[in-house]
């Protein structure tokens, strides 16, 4: 649901123009489960992407498990935070972890367009990495 709004915003946001949601474009690549990255500490997160690649966001979510009726339902983001904006197809950023992040399990979601803003990708951690205390 949230991913739609979002596609549709954008969609309007850029003059219009027809978006099409492409999840294989992008590819992060790290963090993508099991890492511990230590408070403070500088980390690569990386990914892989088209040359084309404008207006990439990497956000930091919260993988906190969502409940209903005593059973499982997946994840829920209750801790999201951008990371960067505005990236182009580097395809890595260095993140200096703040100190004021909560100690957790967390996953790193890539969001971005084609440089003609026609294709819209988005890519998650394949399992969460753990932010632990210096």
Known sequence: MIVVVLILWVGLKFLGK???QNSTILKL???NGGES???GSTNVISWKGPESLSGARLILNSTKQH???GEAQGYVPDINIVI???LTSSGSY???IPTSTPIGSYVIHIDGYDSAFKNYSFDDSDSSFNVISR
Do not use: I, L
């Open 37 to 39: 990255w230590k408070v």
């Open 67 to 69: 409940y209903v009726g």
């Open 29 to 31: 690549t790290s963090p």
């Open 94 to 96: 260095n993140w200096t």
């Open 84 to 86: 960067a904006e505005d």
């Open 18 to 20: 027809p978006v099409t």
